[in-house]
């Protein structure tokens, strides 16, 4: 099938939340800070100086010992038995950024007890998400003695007693959600575990690997290893994955940042190299638009292995390859991602515009990259969306959900028409038998219309403040952005702050970018000009009006070496007639 693109509806219009402004009581309590930085302290849940100055330094949480974690001491005791016995060891990972970020850390870190571990990163193609009993055939073939699974295996119950069967122990590292019953590994790491203890249910699948290597190191230290080391890799991984950038994964992900800017692993080097980004600026956002898509498109189009050798090689000619390689696949992605997501618009929106859920599933869509296709369906139309590839006999989906809805709570009451499924609340998948897919289908949509039916599903915009930009003296513009540089990282639970302005004159505008997705605008505001960008807003071009209401974010343009000012518009508003 030849894939003909359509053009994509309009996103539904936002509704802006502008935060109220902060309580006197509360502004003195924050004085030692800035006017602005009060205001985003109070948004962000901050009323007493002292949590206010922790979470600017990004200080670790008071209880972050990785002991608190249940089955952590016999995993560890586990571990070190086969280190010193010399047992076969693999590491199973899984095939997105986060999995190959922690089966990198854990092959780095076994290396370093001089151990020589396999490592095993299934096929998305073709052997799906997760443990399979093909796999473990594989590994107890060449003698295998002990698993490690790192951000997979928790729903893996047949699996992990095939492994037990054949005399291989299995020790589960794993963030998502349990189900009722859980496998009989010889330990599991998952603080979402009912009765684990562990305050931080929120680590990702490489942060729950870097507390393994970080408690077998507080038993069995090693001279020179230290399992900071490897927060590059929880960095990356926590961002691109999507974990909330809160407690202890925006402690994480903050050192994990200072430590790619300053001690840069060759793949990463070489990688930023291609895509045009200085490493030693890396932040969040490059990790979550830029790094992180590239090393996901190696899992998505082919092997995630590429993504894996490209962390752990120490060659820069070999580094040099793998970068290319991904940077190519990144590219293919893009476009297959444009193709599937509209016709899988054409398929179900143009046939069932009012459904609560949106579902289209076909033989030529790419299982690595419907996920993708889905998320941007949930942006234009705010329901859950689900796109799947249908072969002969099952179809394997992906679900990215909102807010209103947890899609793993939803699959979990489909379990007896699925053949798997697992994922968080907002994104999830499943393999369902091609024979139950209306029956799926119909009671997914049965149970969000009991959840969704009295809700008004507009999407949401917080806005930090508001702020008349004809008043935006130039000179005020390095105090804002150190304020705002505070905030870093940045991300899903510690959004950056956007800000609105009203009545701004549209000076110049024009499309940019694949196919005219974005825009770029001069807007006026009084004597003072400002640059823009609106990414996948080109849609405005033909109706763009004179003046503009608009949500955005403050950051720094860099085009040849010539660092500039930028709004990065994230709504537009036609202006009130005055």
């Known amino acids: 099938m030849e894939f003909v693109e359509l053009p994509t509806p309009k996103p539904l219009p936002k509704r802006w939340k502008i935060a109220h402004r902060l309580p006197e009581h509360i502004d003195r309590e924050l004085a030692e800070f800035?006017?602005?930085?009060?205001?985003?302290?109070?948004?962000?849940?901050?009323?007493?100086?002292?949590?206010?100055?922790?979470?600017?330094?990004?200080?670790?949480?008071?209880?972050?010992?990785?002991?608190?974690?249940?089955?952590?001491?016999?995993?560890?005791?586990?571990?070190?038995?086969?280190l010193q016995q010399g047992e076969n060891i693999a590491i199973y990972g899984d095939y997105d950024a986060d999995g190959v970020t922690a089966s990198a850390l854990m092959y780095e870190f076994l290396k370093k007890c001089g151990a020589d571990p396999r490592t095993y990163i299934p096929s998305r193609f073709d052997e799906g998400y997760g443990l399979n009993i093909g796999a473990i055939d594989q590994l107890a073939s060449e003698s295998i003695q002990l698993i490690i699974t790192v951000d997979c295996g928790v729903r893996s119950i047949a699996e992990v007693q095939h492994a037990k069967d054949l005399g291989i122990s299995m020790i589960i590292t794993d963030h998502h959600q349990p189900g009722e019953t859980l496998p009989p590994a010889d330990a599991i790491i998952n603080p979402k575990q009912t009765d684990d203890l562990y305050p931080d249910k929120m680590l990702a699948g490489v942060g729950l690997a870097y507390k393994l290597v970080q408690a077998y190191l507080q038993s069995y230290p090693i001279a020179g290893v230290n399992a900071d080391q490897w927060l590059d890799l929880v960095a990356i991984g926590t961002i691109a994955d999507l974990a909330p950038l809160i407690g202890e994964n925006r402690t994480l992900v903050k050192a994990g940042l200072d430590l790619i800017q300053t001690q840069t692993r060759q793949g990463l080097f070489s990688l930023a190299q291609v895509a045009g980004l200085k490493i030693e600026k890396t932040n969040a956002g490059h990790i979550g638009f830029v790094l992180g898509p590239r090393i996901n498109a190696a899992g998505r189009m082919d092997s995630a292995l590429t993504a894996f050798e490209l962390l752990v090689t120490q060659d820069y000619l070999q580094a040099g390859k793998l970068a290319q390689k991904l940077e190519v696949q990144n590219?293919?992605?893009?476009?297959?991602?444009?193709?599937?997501?509209?016709?899988?618009?054409?398929?179900?929106?143009?046939?069932?515009?009012?459904?609560?859920?949106?579902?289209?599933?076909?033989?030529?869509?790419?299982?690595?990259v419907v996920g993708l296709a889905a998320s941007r369906i949930v942006e234009t139309f705010y329901r859950p969306a689900i796109i799947g590839n249908r072969d002969e006999l099952q179809t394997t989906a992906s679900c990215r959900s909102i807010p209103e809805f947890n899609i793993t709570r939803a699959l979990d009451q489909c379990a007896d028409l699925l053949i798997r499924h697992g994922g968080h609340s907002a994104a999830a998948g499943f393999t369902v038998s091609n024979e139950n897919v209306s029956a799926l289908i119909d009671r997914l949509r049965e149970i969000?219309?009991?959840?969704?039916?009295?809700?008004?599903?507009?999407?949401?915009?917080?806005?930090?403040?508001?702020?008349?930009?004809?008043?935006l003296h130039p000179k005020y513009i390095p105090d804002i952005l150190e304020d705002l540089h505070q905030l870093e990282p940045t991300g899903r639970g510690n959004p950056g702050a956007i800000f609105v302005s009203r009545?701004?004159?549209?000076?110049?505008?024009?499309?940019?970018?694949?196919?005219?997705?974005?825009?770029?605008?001069?807007?006026?505001?009084?004597?003072?000009?400002?640059?823009?960008?609106?990414?996948?807003q080109g849609y405005w071009l033909d109706n763009m009006p004179n003046r503009i209401d608009i949500a955005y974010t403050f950051e720094i343009n860099e085009f040849r070496g010539r660092q500039s000012l930028q709004l990065n518009i994230k709504d537009i508003k036609p202006s009130p007639e005055s």
């Open 503 to 536: 009545r701004c004159e549209v000076r110049q505008v024009r499309q940019v970018g694949t196919d005219g997705l974005h825009l770029k605008l001069r807007i006026g505001a009084g004597t003072h000009d400002f640059e823009t960008i609106a990414f996948r």
């Open 448 to 471: 969000a219309s009991e959840q969704l039916k009295d809700l008004n599903l507009i999407p949401e915009l917080t806005i930090d403040r508001e702020i008349l930009l004809d008043n």
């Open 331 to 368: 590219t293919q992605r893009q476009k297959m991602t444009r193709e599937i997501q509209a016709q899988a618009i054409e398929m179900a929106y143009s046939k069932e515009p009012d459904a609560l859920i949106f579902f289209a599933a076909s033989p030529d869509f790419n299982e690595g």
């Open 34 to 82: 800035s006017p602005l930085m009060r205001q985003l302290l109070y948004n962000r849940g901050f009323t007493k100086a002292n949590s206010a100055r922790a979470y600017i330094s990004g200080s670790a949480p008071d209880v972050n010992d990785p002991i608190y974690l249940k089955d952590m001491p016999i995993a560890v005791e586990r571990l070190h038995g086969a």
